[in-house]
């Protein structure tokens, strides 16, 4: 079945302490992207990758990493959270060589940085 | 850079009802037109998309769409609703010139009564 995986479904940790969420997909899509939920605010975009190896800043990349060593994973990382990332938050992949295909999204993980 | 505007916060409707959800986007040139859906802990799902041709169009469960570009509004409709239409709504607009970047609306909340 095609999907994109994130892990974990649900997060609590304490400022500072450094945490990965993973995402994978299984589809060979060359795009992956990170966003962010919050009430009001619709999905931000975090980072997103275009391909192995390129990735670039959204509209709200401060406080996280990522990285794109593989195809098929694309990790989001914070290095010391903070109260105000606590949000939902969803990766998802699409198709590059057709323009028009849409995004596959994961699940979500709900992350509270107490 | 392209915006997304949907002017509901929440909408209450009852079951039978019929429902007009705004959006309009900000953005000059070519653009491709989504809205997506999420239901109460799920991920978002694609419900349907624009990119050219017949500005009227048909998505999943009886929703459609559509888009007049003098207005640069992308207005998602249903006839008649059912109670499991609860959900929320995102428009999405993306730049034919820039098409990792998806932009969402805020979102617009559907509550239908039974």
């Known amino acids: 079945e095609a999907q994109v995986t994130q892990n974990p479904r649900y997060l609590i940790t304490v400022t500072g302490k450094k945490l990965t969420v993973t995402c994978s997909q299984n589809m060979n899509h060359e795009y992956m992207s990170w966003y962010r939920q919050d009430p009001g605010l619709g999905l931000r975009q975090i980072y997103y990758?275009?391909?192995?190896?390129?990735?670039d800043k959204g509209d709200v990349p401060e406080g996280y990493k990522v990285s794109r060593k593989e195809k098929r994973n694309f990790p989001l990382i914070l290095e010391s959270p903070s109260p105000n990332q606590t949000s939902l938050y969803f990766c998802?992949?699409?198709?590059?060589?057709?323009?028009?295909?849409?995004?596959?999204f994961g699940n979500g993980t709900r992350l509270t940085v107490t | 850079a392209q915006s997304v505007s949907q002017h509901n916060h929440h909408v209450i409707l009852s079951e039978a009802a019929s429902l007009e959800l705004g959006c309009n986007y900000s953005y000059g040139g070519t653009v491709n037109l989504f809205w997506y859906v999420q239901y109460p802990g799920q991920h978002l799902q694609l419900l349907l998309k624009?990119?050219?041709?017949?500005?009227l169009v048909k998505g999943i469960k009886g929703f459609e769409a559509e888009f007049i570009k003098s207005k640069f509004s992308f207005n998602l409709r249903k006839p008649s609703v059912q109670w499991s239409d609860t959900a929320e709504y995102f428009c999405?607009?993306?730049?034919?010139?820039?098409?990792?970047?998806?932009?969402f609306g805020a979102g617009t909340t559907v509550t239908v009564r039974a």
């Open positions: 999405a607009v993306n730049a034919l010139s820039n098409d990792y970047k998806l932009s």
């Open positions: 624009y990119f050219s041709g017949d500005p």
């Open positions: 998802a992949s699409r198709d590059r060589t057709s323009y028009n295909s849409p995004l596959h």
């Open positions: 990758s275009m391909n192995v190896e390129v990735t």
